[in-house]
């Protein structure tokens, strides 16, 4: 079973920046396609932005489309989102998933395609 940790959330003004870090703990992670979600107070757990196993397709959500990156380093098996020009919708708990099935050369959209989920970071954006 996969074990996603998050970290580098955390307070910043708005036009700032942050990385995000997902960490896995299974080597089988490289196999996989990974996506970036956030939920907000009472909204929906929405799709940020997702990379496929192999790095050459990435895909965002028209949102963030511009000011984010997503990139994945497999021998360290971690994905990290950039996330430059930071605004105060931006703000929510940011969470790391790991797409169900292998060697996928899409992105899926879907977070009922994804089956492990790390805790969790927040990201706050202040005006």
């Known amino acids: 079973q996969v074990q996603l940790v998050e970290s580098g959330g955390g307070l910043v003004q708005a036009g700032g920046s942050l990385r995000l870090s997902c960490a896995a703990s299974?080597?089988?992670?490289?196999?996989?396609?990974l996506g970036w979600f956030r939920q907000a107070p009472g909204k929906e757990r929405e799709f940020v932005a997702g990379?496929?196993?192999?790095?050459?397709?990435?895909y965002y959500a028209d949102s963030v489309k511009g000011r984010f990156t997503i990139s994945r380093d497999n021998p360290k098996k971690t994905v990290f989102l950039q996330m430059n020009s930071l605004k105060p919708e931006d703000t929510a708990v940011y969470y790391c998933?790991?797409?169900?099935?292998?060697?996928?050369?899409?992105?899926?959209?879907?977070?009922?395609?994804?089956?492990?989920w790390g805790q969790g970071t927040q990201v706050t954006v202040s005006s």
């Open positions: 998933a790991v797409e169900y099935l292998p060697y996928g050369s899409t992105i899926s959209l879907n977070k009922s395609n994804y089956g492990y």
């Open positions: 299974e080597h089988t992670f490289i196999n996989y396609g």
């Open positions: 990379i496929n196993w192999s790095g050459a397709t990435t």
